[in-house]
């Protein structure tokens, strides 16, 4: 995983007004079925990482786990979970996060 590449990737996302920020706003996106990819800091607690884990299994969404600090480092918010909706930039992470 390409962290430097994937927090520009988030930057970008974040500033296009493609992601939804903190649980309430992720759990509305995804369950909307818009919802790409599921970002969750390494930092999550274990309720939140449980309802997100078990709405992302039952939506089919990718959920992938993130160094701590870097949502917010490269979003500028101080959440925990990210949201990125569907499209090109859900297509970028993804690939990084593989590679």
Same mark, same amino acid.
């Given at each position: 995983?390409?962290?430097?590449?994937?927090?520009?990737?988030?930057?970008?996302?974040?500033?296009?007004?493609?992601?939804?920020?903190?649980?309430?706003?992720?759990?509305?996106?995804?369950?909307?079925?818009?919802?790409?990819? *599921?970002?969750?800091?390494?930092?999550?607690?274990?309720?939140?990482?449980?309802?997100?884990?078990?709405?992302?299994?039952?939506?089919?969404?990718? *959920?992938?786990?993130?160094?701590?600090?870097?949502?917010?480092?490269?979003?500028?918010?101080?959440?925990? *979970? *990210?949201?990125?909706?569907?499209?090109?930039?859900?297509?970028?992470?993804?690939?990084?996060?593989?590679?």
């Amino acid at each position: 995983m390409n962290v430097q590449k994937l927090a520009g990737i988030l930057g970008f996302a974040t500033r296009a007004r493609q992601t939804a920020a903190g649980n309430d706003a992720c759990r509305i996106l995804l369950r909307s079925g818009k919802c790409g990819v *599921i970002l969750m800091d390494a930092d999550t607690g274990s309720n939140t990482r449980k309802k997100t884990e078990e709405l992302c299994l039952r939506t089919g969404t990718p *959920i992938i786990t993130l160094p701590s600090g870097l949502i917010e480092s490269a979003t500028g918010k101080s959440n925990v *979970i *990210i949201a990125v909706k569907e499209g090109s930039f859900t297509d970028e992470i993804l690939k990084t996060a593989e590679g």
